[in-house]
Each structure stands twice: as C-alpha cells, then as structure tokens.
C-alpha cells in the first residue's frame, strides 16, 4: 500500500463518514417522527406531524444548556457526543440500503458482528456515565438501571449472534462468518432444514424482543421511566445536550432496525426484478426502507404500544431467564439441524410414511 | 566479541542475577539516601527490561536459547542430564516482559506511593526477589529450579502482602497466601519428585522426551496442574486472591498480578511441554478441563466483582474473571491438540484462541495493574477504599480519573482498547468449540463493564463531598507509572496486528512446538 | 514390602498433614499440618535417592564401592532450607495476629468480609 | 513500515482495523460537535436552575445526594439472589476451606485423567 492508496482510503472514509452522519440522523428522525404518527393512530390519537422530531431538536437548540452544580462537567458535556458519534460510526460497518457496508466495498478493512455489538453498548455507556455524571439521585437510579437493563439483554443477544455465526461457519466454503457481508451473501433461511427454520424463527423473535430495550423504549424502559423516576438519566439534561441523546436515540433506531434486516432479511428486489444501474438502486433503496419501516414497526411501535412497562428486576428476570432459553431453544434447533435432521431429514420421513 | 554481544550471550543468567544481587546491595545504598536507593532500583529493573528486549530480539528472529551454568553442554558424560539450564523460548521471554513491565513500573509507583512508610529498605528488597521469582519460574528449564524460584515468589510476596504489618487484616491476608502458596508448592515438589524417581531426570526438555503417561505421571500431572492453577487464581481455589491483593499496598498489587500470571505459565507448559508428547492420553482431555474452570472463573469472578464495595477487593474479583479467559482461550488450543481425530491445520481457529488466550495474559497484567494503580492512587489521596464512602474525585483528579477511563475501556473490551483485540480473538475462535463458550464470554466482558461503571460512578463521579475538598492530585511519579502502563495499553489497542504478529504469535508457536523446545536434545 | 514402608509413610504423613490443615481450627496445629507434609515429602525424596549399604557422596576421592546418587539429598535440603524459612514466615505472623486477637482459633478471628 | 501498523486485524473469522474506525470517529466528533454548536450555550450559573431536581424537594446534604455502590444495580442482584447467596457462602474467609477446595479439585482432576 503506497501513500496514495492511504490517501486514497482516507478521503474515502472521510466523505463517507459525513455523508453517513448526515444520512444517519435525517433518515432516523424521520423513523421518528413516523413512529409516532402511527403510535397515536394505534391508540386513537391524531398524533404529531411527520417533522416533528426535527421541530423538537431545533427546540432544543434553542433552549438553556443547563450544566447542574453537582455535575462534573466534562464528563456530562462529553458523553452525549461520544454516544452520538460512536452510533453514527456504527452505520460504516452496516450495509445500508442493500449495499455492501461502506467500508466493505472500497478498502480491506471491515468491521464484524462482535465489533458491532461492542459500538452498541458505547451509546448506553454514554447515557450511562452521563447519568451518573448528573450527580442527582433520580438520573443514578436511572443510569444504573440502564446497565443493569444492558447486562441483561446482552445475553439473549451473545446468543443469537454467536448461534448465527456458528451456523455459518458449518456451510462449506465460507470464511469470515462474522463479517456482515458474507452474513448478508449467504443467507441462512435458505440453508437450514425444517427444524433450522424454526430455530431462526425463534432467534428472530429473540432479537425482535431485544431491540426494544436496546433503544430503551416501552416496556424496557425503566431507565426513563417518565412517571417514578422523572426521565431517570435524563433528568438533569437540557438544551443542546439533551438534542444529542435524541438524535443518538433516532440513529441507533436506525442501527438496530439495519441490523435485523442484514441477519435476517438481507435480499434485494433489484436481481428478482432483473434491473440494472439507477433504477435497480433506487429500488433496492426504497426496498431497504420498506423492509426497514416493517422491522421498527414491529420491533419498537407495537411492543411498546401494546405492553406497560416492566419493573426492572423484571427486566433482568426476562432477559435471563425465558428470553436466553429461548434464545437456547433456537440455537439448539439449528445444531439438531446439522445432526439429526441429515439423519432424519424430510427426505428420511418421506421414506418412513412410504411416500416415496 | 564486543561487549554487547558478550552482553546478550550471558543475558539469561544476568538476568536473574543483576536483580538478586540489587535486591541485596538495596539496603546497603539505602543507609547512604533514600532517593538514592530508588534511583538505583529502578535503574535495575530499568536494566534488566532492555536485556530482555535484547533477549527477545535474539529470540524472536533465532529461535529458542539454552543457557548451561557453568558449562556450555547440558549432558554430564553421554546421557545425564542433571545440570541447571535456562531454556528461553518465544513463551518464556513473553512472560518476562509482563513480569519485567509490571515490576518497573511499581518501583516507579512505589517512589512517591510508599514514601511514607518505614522499612523501605527491606521493602524494595523483596520487590526486587519478587522479580528474581517470576524471572526464574518463567525463564528455568529445569522442574527443581522452578519450584525453588516458586518458593522464592511466594516468601517474597507473602512479606510483602503483610507489609503493613500493623494493619491485622494485611497479616491475615499473607498468613492465608503463605498457607496456600506452601501446600501449593509442597505439591509441586512432590509431582517433581515423583518424575525424577521414574525418569531420573529433573530436565523439562529430558522429562518430556521420556515421558510414559505411567500411573505416577497422571498423578503428577494432577499435583501439578492444581497446585499452579492454585497460585494462578483460579475458581475455586481463587479465595487467597482477593485478600491478598486487596490487602497489600497497591504496587505489590500490581507485581502480584505477574506472580499469578507466572503460575498459569506453569499450567501452559506442563500441559504443553512436559506432557506435549502424551497430550491425547488423559481419558477427558485436560482442555475441556481447562475450559470449563475457565468458565467458572469468568463467571464466579464477575458475579462477586458486581457485589463488592472495597475498591481492592472488587478489582481483585475482576482480575480472577480475567483469568478466566486466558484459561478459556489456551484450553480451547488443547482441546483440539488432544483430539487424535483432528490436527490443529483442520481445525485453525485453535491456533487463534490460543493467541487470544496468550495476548490476554498481557493484555490483563496491564489492564488490571492500571486499575490496581488508580486504586491506590486513590486511596493515597483520600485514605479511603470504601465505595461507600467515596465520591466525586473526578474534580480534584482529573488526571487519575482519565486513567482510570482508559482502565475500564481496556479491561471490558470496548473498542479501541487492547482488551478488545484479545477478547475478539477468543470470541471468534472459542465458538467452533461451542457456541456456549463465546456466549459466556461475551456476557461476562459486559458485566466488567458493569462492575467497573459501578467503581466510576462511586468513586469519581457525583456531587462534590465536603470531606474530600481538599483532596489533591496524586504526585508525579506516580502519574508517570500509570501513563507508563497506558500508553502500553493504547498502543496495544491501536495496532493489534503489529503487535500479535510480533510478539505473541511467536510465543503461540513455542507452545505448540514440542520439537522447538526438546532441540538440544533429540539432536542439533 | 518392607521397601514400599517409607512410600507408604509419605502418604500417610502427607494425608496427615493436609487434614490437620484442614480441620484444624488453632493457627499453630495448621502450621504443624504444614510442616508435617513437607516432612512427608522430603521423606520421599530421600527414599527416592536410597539405596542399600551405599556410602555418602562426599569423598574428594572415591573409597570405591556403591554411593548414594548426590541429587535427590542435595534436593532434599535445600527443600528443608525453604521449608525452615517458610515456617519462620508463618510463625512470625502468627504472632502479629495472636497479639491482635488474643487468640489463636480461627472461628473467633472472623474471616475476611465477603 | 507504515504498511504494518495500518494491518487490518484479521482473527480469521472477523475482522478489525481501530486506525480506520478512530479517523471517522475523530470526523463524526468534529461533525456533531459543529452541529451542536448550533445550539444555546448559555444558562443562568448559580441560580436554582443549577440545583438537581427532586420534584421540588429540597436538596439534601451532598454526602446524601450520592447514591452509594451498594445500592447501585438493585434489579439485578434482587432477580440474581440466591446464586449471589450461594457465592458469597462459598467464600467463607478461612484459609482451611481454601485447602479443602484445592482437593476437590485435585480429585475432579484425577478423575479427568482416569485415575478413579
């Protein structure tokens, strides 16, 4: 590698990082700001416009930044931009819009599953450390329950993205099985036997339990809890840095929902439809959004329309008790997949009925 | 021959001599001036670190060394082998740079950390022994030798645990280590004379190459692997280990950590070397036992570690799920070399947990050591341990408070920490094993993160307490000696690649590679 | 059989010795424990290295005959040497805890909190 | 020379390159931070905007305001009890037990290698 092609990859990654900060928090915004339309409608109100959420962060520029006097203060500055910056620096390593992931497709160096887990926790260390930099009883109640909320739903999900991976690594010919984009090229729904099926099925619904906590929404979201608590860790934000937690809150929805659908949904329409060039990306990116919008809809808006919220050692009982052996139940479904079902595949019961 | 390079061919031998021979002229320059004194042992071990960058270039680009005392060939007539020898692979020289990094900086810590206490002379004595001791354990070819400079290891720092003698519960803390690490050693002898009396030799490399797999060698092999697992800290013969280093001054701490990390080294090699030809015989293989200890400990250390509230203590707790990686990762590596079904080329992620479980070692001597540095930089400014007690330090403390950040991103694995390289590689390989490893891994990595979320909030953050108003920062040196260890950690953290690729890729092959080791021996 | 009595001795003194430091509860009796399995192992370090009717290896020039082999006896004491160090260590901070507690069982010190 | 220390790190499995995400972490940084300089700095320092708020109570001494590390993670050691129970009466204190354990071990391990 000489010094231009370092150049080269560095202006890349820079035009790519502003391009996908910008991308990040309007397109999150705006899952936002659709999310709650269709809430209200799900319980009968008119609800917000679809801008709303940029009408809100616009408001919060606009207000006092209140620094409180028990709070140290770079600590409480710095943690909602660290959360925000490393949420935004998760999308190079997604593929967005049926595309492989930015820093994929034009130099070597790619980030894995394991990395993105790990950048997944820095937004709610952010939230986290800030709550505890407040100083005010309400926001530590708050942030404690945050990382005892992310001690727990980090087990189901160790679960389901080792129990993919490791599947992946049983197909021939594959290398790099964390890697997103060999996830996103061999996708596992059509490798597995029956009884696989069911244990993807299973991990879906595993994952699709997970994400709301993970963005801290209802019923997982005793962190906030608006009504006990006073907004917990966010009591004692205001201004532009509580603007940063919102827009973090948006991207990392964005995150999330890009992250179902590259484990689990990651066709695209463009080759079925047989288009090419401009047209096949602006459908595959329509198509992406589409896909995007079910995956929130279900994973965030009905949940947390539908369930009150949760004590939080409730929580924890959740998450480590019948979600992991869930979680358990499907990724022994896919090892009984390899084992018995070759032995005791369709093809074998077929013979057993005397079908065939 | 000029003298460097009569230098470096005597290196072995200085350098466990050059800190013994400090460790007893230290109270002679102590009588002349205290600054004196501590100039001259850092100067020591500042010494004995270059000879072993030396030794590691040589090791590195050359192969394994064995160095014969007092003769140049290790056989007596044709076939004994009873002389004293330093046998230094790729391994041995990687241990010593953990031992050497972590021994310089707590004399360095140790200047303005210890300077009100009395007894100083005697104190960077036995820190000096304490070096000698993991050294010789890490460097010796030879089984007797490693049990004398075990002995010399557990004396040392058992003096050195019960330093503030005053303090009851520091006492009682060196008397458990002291009861613990003499049944631990007894028991190594006695695996050690249970070898000799059946091959009549005391050599690793001879004992090796004529190992049977007999009656007497599984049962050697049990006394042994329990005893150093003992003096390593791991579940459930962990107990000794919270009370010893959370009961000593922090910069014996730190050095304990290499003392522990020593004693899984004596795992490594009796299971790798000693018992690397018969390594398919035990009817369970060792690796799951491994393993399994290794999940244990990860979990049992965090699950304690989240309900501490002694600052020591909890870091103590939190080091003993470190452990368990190194465990988790090395014993994945046997797992496969014990299979007779599998070669490790069919099976290549192996190979890679053993180099995660390998750069973990370092990666947890440092990581640990920085926190157990800002725990008793702390406690020098505040006299307090208690996290019930503690709270908003982060004003009066910015500096210790940002290595305290880098502590706790490291040791939990948050990118771009060095802690995250290893634990990557453990994750990535571990799973082929079983998906259940990397999942416990996973978790427990998150819940350090808890446990040391906790110490921040309790420590430094929160309202400005009237009692600690006047708190200051901690003195230079100290400074110095966390920056020190940070800086390893950062670039550690940066360049993983570079540093696998160098140095611990190297120690991984020397374990594995029996023939490398036994060279002399079989021919050549 | 009457070769096996010292092997025989080694595990009894080494079973001994581990019981006493477990199940005593008086600081002293543990360090006795102690000190008896490092007897039990010196013991068999020495049988190790016996053999019948030999002389000790310490002549400049040899009488003849059969001699010991050096090792194991050179082994053995410097095992005795650590051994007596150890104990020292052990006993002297026995001390600083009886001054302390005025005691020396176990049950009335209160172990070390959680 | 430059080339070694721009290495991805490769485990075989996965990848990971710090040098590549810590320079677009360093340009999102600078990018949030214009954005949110866009924002209001100001607030009224020293007045009760600066207290922490507890519902309109009055704030308690600052020892109190801080919530102690025993308390931190109620929900997970309430839902976590009887494992935290076992462990902590495992951990007796008492240097007897600890001997005991290593032969415990001693023998699982004897039994690994098939002497029992």
């Known amino acids: ?258 992250l179902i659908v590259a484990l689990f949904f990651p066709y695209n329409l463009s080759p079925l439809l047989g288009l090419e060039s401009y047209t096949a990306i602006i459908i595959d990116i329509l198509f992406f959004l589409a896909k995007l919008f079910c995956v929130i809809l279900f994973s965030v808006t009905l949940i947390r329309v539908s369930i009150a919220r949760l004590k939080i050692d409730q929580i924890v009982y959740t998450y480590w008790v019948p979600l992991t052996l869930l979680g358990l139940v499907g990724l022994i479904c896919l090892m009984w997949d390899q084992t018995i079902m070759t032995q005791f595949g369709m093809q074998s019961i077929a013979n057993m009925l005397g079908l065939i | 021959m000029n003298f460097l390079d009569q230098l470096l061919s005597h290196a072995p031998a200085l350098l466990v001599a050059i800190p013994l021979l400090g460790a007893f002229l230290t109270p002679l320059i102590g009588r002349v001036n205290d600054k004196l004194r501590n100039i001259f042992v850092i100067g020591i071990l500042g010494f004995t670190g270059i000879l072993v960058i030396l030794l590691a270039q040589q090791i590195f680009a050359s192969g394994p060394i064995t160095y014969v005392f007092g003769s140049l060939d290790p056989y007596v007539g044709k076939e004994t082998v009873i002389r004293i020898l330093f046998e230094i692979d790729a391994l041995s020289i990687f241990m010593a740079m953990i031992a050497i990094v972590l ?127 003992m003096k390593g800290g791991i579940v459930p013969m962990h107990m000794w280990l919270p009370d010893a280093y959370s009961r000593a001054p ?117 990581d640990v050591g920085l926190l157990f540095m800002v725990a008793g930089a702390v406690y020098y400014a505040t006299k307090e341990t208690s996290l019930n007690r503690l709270g908003g330090l982060a004003r009066n403390m910015k500096y210790t408070t940002i290595f305290f950040i880098i502590g706790l991103l490291a040791i939990s694995g948050i990118p771009p920490m060095n802690g995250f390289a290893s634990k990557l590689l453990i994750y990535e390989s571990t799973y082929q094993l079983n998906p259940i490893l990397s999942i416990i891994a996973i978790l427990s990595s998150i819940m350090l993160l808890a446990i040391f979320i906790k110490v921040f909030h309790a420590a430094f953050l929160g309202p400005k307490l009237p009692q600690f108003d006047t708190v200051k920062e901690v003195p230079r040196s100290m400074l110095l000696a966390m920056g020190f260890i940070a800086a390893f950690i950062i670039i550690f953290g940066l360049f993983p690649d570079l540093i696998v690729n160098t140095i611990v890729d190297p120690a991984a092959n020397a374990l594995i590679d029996n023939a490398g080791y036994m060279r002399w021996l079989i021919g050549g | 059989m009457i070769a096996n009595i010292p092997y025989l001795a080694v595990v009894g003194l080494i079973i001994i010795g581990l019981s006493a430091v477990i199940f005593k509860k008086n600081l002293i009796k543990i360090i006795i424990g102690i000190t008896i399995i490092q007897s039990g192992v010196n013991l068999f370090l020495i049988t190790l290295g016996y053999r019948e009717g030999s002389t000790a290896p310490i002549w400049t020039s040899s009488p003849g005959g059969v001699m010991a082999f050096p090792v194991p006896q050179a082994l053995t004491l410097t095992s005795i040497v650590i051994g007596v160090a150890v104990t020292a260590l052990m006993l002297s901070l026995v001390i600083h805890l009886y001054r302390h507690h005025g005691t020396l069982d176990v049950r009335k010190m209160g172990g070390d909190d959680q | 020379m430059l080339d070694m220390f721009l290495q991805t790190f490769d485990t075989g499995n996965g990848f990971w390159n710090p040098i590549v995400w810590i320079v677009a972490f360093v340009v999102i940084f600078l990018i949030v931070v214009i954005i949110r300089g866009f924002g209001n700095k100001n607030y009224k320092k020293g007045t009760g905007q600066t207290k922490a708020f507890l519902s309109g109570n009055q704030e308690y001494e600052k020892t109190q305001m801080h919530v102690k590390a025993s308390n931190l993670y109620w929900g997970w050691t309430e839902s976590m009890k009887w494992v935290i129970d076992g462990l902590k009466k495992m951990h007796t204190g008492n240097v007897s037990d600890y001997v005991l354990w290593f032969v415990v071990v001693m023998g699982i391990l004897l039994l690994c290698v098939g002497l029992i």
């Open chain 1, 1 to 258: 590698m000489n010094f231009m092609e370092i150049a080269q990859t560095g202006i890349t990654i820079i035009i790519g990082a502003m391009a996908l900060a910008v991308v990040g928090i309007v397109v999150g915004l705006l899952y936002k700001g659709i999310d709650r339309k269709i809430a209200a409608h799900m319980q009968g109100r008119i609800g917000p416009p679809l801008r709303q959420p940029f009408l809100d962060v616009r408001k919060l520029f606009v207000k006092e930044n209140v620094i409180p006097e028990n709070a140290i203060t770079w600590v409480f500055n710095l943690a909602p931009i660290t959360g925000l910056v490393a949420t935004i620096t998760i999308l190079l390593y997604l593929p967005i819009g049926g595309f492989p992931a930015l820093l994929d497709g034009i130099i070597v160096a790619k980030g894995d599953l394991i990395l993105i887990l790990y950048l997944l926790m820095i937004p709610s260390l952010a939230m986290v450390v800030g709550g505890f930099a407040s100083g005010s009883p309400y926001a530590t109640i708050g942030a404690q329950r945050e990382m005892a909320t992310m001690i727990a739903y980090e087990f189901p999900l160790a679960i389901i993205i080792i129990s993919l991976s490791w599947r992946l690594s049983l197909v021939q010919g594959t290398t790099h099985v964390f890697s997103l984009s060999t996830i996103t090229a061999t996708p596992l729904w059509g490798i597995v036997g029956p009884l696989g099926f069911i244990g993807l099925v299973i991990l879906l619904l595993t994952l699709v339990i997970v994400t709301p906590a993970e963005l801290s929404k209802i019923p997982f979201d005793s962190p906030e809890a608006e009504t006990e608590i006073a907004g917990g860790l966010l009591v004692e934000y205001s201004g532009r840095n509580l603007a940063m937690f919102y827009l973090t809150d948006g991207v990392k929805t964005l995150v999330m929902g890009t």
């Open chain 2, 103 to 229: 021994s310089f900086s707590a004399a360095l810590y140790s200047w303005a950390y210890m300077e009100k206490n009395t007894g100083l002379d005697k104190y960077y004595s036995l820190l000096l022994l304490l070096t000698v001791g993991m050294l010789g354990m890490v460097l010796t070819g030879d089984m007797f030798n490693f049990f004398v400079f075990l002995e010399i290891t557990s004396i040392a720092s058992c003096a050195l645990i019960a330093f503030y003698i005053n303090k009851v519960k520091s006492v009682e803390a060196g008397f458990k280590y002291i009861v613990v690490s003499t049944i631990g050693a007894l028991f190594v002898l006695m695996a050690i004379a249970l070898l000799y009396g059946q091959y009549d030799a005391l050599n690793i490399a001879k004992l090796a190459d004529s190992i049977t797999f007999s009656f007497v060698d599984k049962i050697a092999l049990v006394l042994l692997i329990a005893a150093l697992a």
């Open chain 2, 250 to 366: 922090a910069s014996v701490s730190l050095i304990l950590i290499g003392t522990t990390q020593a004693g899984l080294y004596g795992v490594f090699r009796v299971l790798f070397t000693l018992y690397g030809n018969v390594i398919t015989l035990p009817t369970i293989s060792m690796g799951w036992a491994l393993v399994i200890l290794g999940l244990l400990t990860m979990l049992v250390g965090v699950i304690m570690a989240l309900i501490q509230i002694d600052f020591k203590r909890l870091i103590a707790y939190g080091a003993i799920a470190e452990l368990g990686y190194m465990f988790l990762g090395v014993g994945t590596c046997l797992t496969i070399l014990a299979n007779p079904d599998i070669t490790l080329a069919q099976a290549p992620f192996a190979f890679e947990a053993l180099k995660g479980g390998l750069f973990h070692v370092f990666n947890d001597a440092l």
